[in-house]
């Protein structure tokens, strides 16, 4: 079993930067691929971006690349999404999960955490 906590999320103007944290528990975690999916209002989840479980792969939304990175640090049981540039459009409820398989959607994840917002003002 994994637990997953996210912060971080909060109001941001456009432009600004935000960096989200997922605090993760559970004596399996550090085997999984992790990833921040989002869900903004009246849509449906989305991925955003992945990691693999010894952090060297990454995959990235082609709406994100260059602007955010993932990341995640084994010793300190937290995986991180920093969020550069940031615009109205980027304005979900964010989630971080756990799961198999760095490639997969939403679906392929098992453990998911209770999410966090953010809100871009323009």
């Known amino acids: 079993q994994v637990q997953l906590v996210e912060s971080g999320g909060r109001l941001v103007q456009a432009g600004g930067s935000l960096r989200l944290t997922c605090a993760a528990s559970?004596?399996?975690?550090?085997?999984?691929?992790m990833g921040w999916f989002r869900q903004p209002p009246g849509k449906e989840r989305e991925f955003v971006a992945t990691?693999?479980?010894?952090?060297?792969?990454?995959y990235y939304a082609a709406s994100v690349k260059g602007r955010f990175t993932i990341s995640r640090d084994n010793v300190k049981n937290t995986m991180y999404l920093q969020m550069n540039s940031l615009k109205p459009e980027n304005t979900a409820d964010y989630y971080c999960?756990?799961?198999?398989?760095?490639?997969?959607?939403?679906?392929?994840?098992?453990?998911w955490g209770q999410g966090t917002q953010v809100t871009v003002s323009s």
């Open positions: 999960a756990a799961g198999n398989d760095i490639r997969a959607g939403p679906s392929g994840y098992a453990y």
């Open positions: 559970g004596r399996t975690w550090r085997g999984y691929a």
């Open positions: 990691i693999s479980w010894n952090g060297i792969s990454t």
